[in-house]
């Protein structure tokens, strides 16, 4: 099985900053992921993709990131945690307010596991 355990947001103004995290855990976790990424949901919207990154570091962004978000894969202190990612957001706007949500793609089984989520909400 794998667990992902997103941390991070929270409430922050526009033009703000913000750092939200991933980390994996679980035996399914040891067999790696072929990518990583972040979708968001706002209040009575859709969920949508917002970055993804491949297991050989190749980063994807949505239209609407304009260069103000950036994705990485980081090294776990907690040997709890097999892999992680941060998605750090920068120049926030109150269009950013969203649910965030970690995804991880299992390499051997192209199956899609789910974080459950992290509020980020960023006032005006």
């Known amino acids: 099985q794998v667990q992902l355990v997103e941390s991070g947001g929270g409430l922050v103004q526009a033009g703000g900053s913000l750092r939200v995290s991933c980390a994996a855990s679980g035996p399914g976790s040891a067999l790696g992921f072929s990518a990583m990424g972040w979708y968001r949901q706002a209040l009575g919207k859709q969920r949508e993709l917002v970055a993804t990154?491949?297991?050989?570091?190749?980063?994807?962004?949505?239209?609407?990131v304009k260069g103000r978000f950036t994705i990485s894969r980081d090294s776990p202190k907690n040997p709890v945690y097999l892999l992680m990612n941060s998605l750090q957001m920068s120049s926030l706007e109150p269009d950013d307010t969203a649910v965030y949500f970690c995804?991880?793609?299992?390499?051997?089984?192209?199956?899609?596991?789910w974080g459950q989520g992290t509020q980020v909400t960023v006032s005006s």
């Open positions: 990154i491949s297991n050989l570091g190749t980063t994807n962004y949505a239209d609407f």
């Open positions: 995804c991880g793609r299992q390499t051997t089984t192209g199956r899609d596991y």
